[in-house]
């Protein structure tokens, strides 16, 4: 709880600094994080996790709003919820395939 990170990527051609703080922790089923620097108006990541059929089922929920009032709303509708979604679903392959390999290379323990 109250720990941050601070993620640097390039994104529509432009490098991004998006600072993020833990705001809620229930361990170990979830977390939420939420942007303290960043080019968005808000944005706010919860991450849940349960048991599912003998592994771990995570749920990304994510609530946003882009600046610039009307166009902003406007780049949400058309571009940024899809570019986020894939976005999260790209990240999420690779922190599964990154425990799943953790896992069978340490024998499952």
Not at 38 to 50: Q, Y
Request: charged fraction near 25%; proline fraction near 3%; include cysteine.
């Amino acid at each position: 709880m109250g720990e941050e990170v601070t993620w640097r990527g390039r994104h529509f051609g432009i490098t991004q600094h998006f600072k993020s703080k833990i705001t809620a922790f229930n361990p170990p089923s979830y977390f939420q994080d939420t942007m303290q620097r960043g080019a968005f108006r808000s944005f706010v990541h919860d991450h849940h996790f349960a048991e599912a059929n003998g592994g771990t089922r995570m749920t990304d929920l994510l609530d946003f709003s882009a600046p610039f009032g009307l166009l902003g709303r406007i780049a949400e509708t058309v571009i940024l919820r899809r570019y986020l979604e894939r976005l999260l679903v790209s990240r999420a392959l690779v922190i599964k395939d990154a425990c799943e390999r953790s896992w069978t290379a340490g024998g499952g323990d």
